[in-house]
Antibody
Framework: QVQLVQSGAEVKKPGASVKVSCKASGYTFTSYGISWVRQAPGQGLEWMGW????????NYAQKLQGRVTMTTDTSTSTAYMELRSLRSDDTAVYYCARDRQQLVLSDFDYWGQGTLVTVSS | NFMLTQPHSVSESPGKTVTISCTRSSGSIASNYVQWYQQRPGSAPTTVIY?????PSGVPDRFSGSIDSSSNSASLTISGLKTEDEADYYCQSYDSSNVVFGGGTKLTVL
C-alpha cells in the first residue's frame, strides 16, 4: 500500500534551517509529484510548493521563494523540503503529499503523517 | 493568484444534510478541478471528493461534490450526517503555477 513516512519533530532557533524528509513506498516514486503543505497551530492548510519526482522540476509558493528548496532522491524514493532563515511564524506541522499527476500541479491522494517544526529561541 | 473562500463554520443535526460552499475569487471555477479534504483533529487530511465530483474508494456516497459556474463556486454536500463527519473540510484547486486551499470550514454535528 502507498505510504509516505516523514522524519521526526524538530526544534529550531530563529535564523536556522530545517530539512524534513518524506520516504515513499508502495508505488513507483517517479510516476508522481510531491507537494509540501504546512499547517500552523489552529490554522488552515498552506501549500508550500511541488516537485516532480520524474524530472526534478519545482514550483514554489511565491511567499516562500528564496527560503525553500525541494529535492528528491530517486534511489531511495525520498523527497526533502528544506526551509531556511526560520522565523517563529514558520512553526507548523509540515506534510508531504503525493500529487496525482507526474508533471503538473493537481490534487493530493496520499499524505504523510506530518512533522512538527517548532521555531523558538 | 486566486483565492477560495469558505464559511468558517457550519452545524447541523445527525441525519440531516449540510452543504459547504467554496467560492473562487477570480478565474472560472470550471477551469481547474476542485477537491475536498476532510481533516480530523491531530490527523492528516484525507480526500473525500476529487475532480469536482468524484469519490475515492471507501468514501461513502453520502458525500457529493458539484460546481456552479453562475456563482463561480464549488459545493460539498454531506447527507445523512453522522457524528463521525464532524471535522474540518478544505476545498482546494490549482492553476499552472499555484495550488490554493480554502480557509477551511469546521463542521459540527450536534
Amino acid at each position: 500500500q502507498v505510504q509516505l513516512v516523514q522524519s521526526g519533530a524538530e526544534v529550531k532557533k530563529p535564523g536556522a534551517s530545517v530539512k524534513v524528509s518524506c520516504k515513499a513506498s508502495g508505488y513507483t516514486f517517479t510516476s508522481y509529484g510531491i507537494s509540501w503543505v504546512r499547517q500552523a497551530p489552529g490554522q488552515g492548510l498552506e501549500w508550500m510548493g511541488w516537485i516532480s519526482a520524474y524530472n526534478g522540476n519545482t514550483n514554489y509558493a511565491q511567499k516562500l521563494q528564496g527560503r525553500v528548496t525541494m529535492t528528491t532522491d530517486t534511489s531511495t524514493s525520498t523527497a526533502y523540503m528544506e526551509l531556511r532563515s526560520l522565523r517563529s511564524d514558520d512553526t507548523a506541522v509540515y506534510y508531504c503529499a503525493r500529487d496525482r499527476q507526474q508533471l503538473v500541479l493537481s490534487d493530493f491522494d496520499y499524505w504523510g503523517q506530518g512533522t512538527l517544526v517548532t521555531v523558538s529561541s | 493568484n486566486f483565492m477560495l473562500t469558505q464559511p468558517h463554520s457550519v452545524s447541523e443535526s445527525p441525519g440531516k444534510t449540510v452543504t459547504i460552499s467554496c467560492t473562487r475569487s477570480s478565474g472560472s471555477i470550471a477551469s481547474n478541478y476542485v477537491q475536498w479534504y476532510q481533516q480530523r483533529p491531530g490527523s492528516a487530511p484525507t480526500t473525500v471528493i476529487y475532480e469536482d465530483n468524484q469519490r475515492p474508494s471507501g468514501v461513502p456516497d453520502r458525500f457529493s461534490g458539484s460546481i456552479d459556474s453562475s456563482s463561480n463556486s464549488a459545493s460539498l454536500t454531506i447527507s445523512g450526517l453522522k457524528t463521525e463527519d464532524e471535522a474540518d473540510y478544505y476545498c482546494q484547486s490549482y492553476d499552472s503555477s499555484n495550488v490554493v486551499f480554502g480557509g477551511g470550514t469546521k463542521l459540527t454535528v450536534l
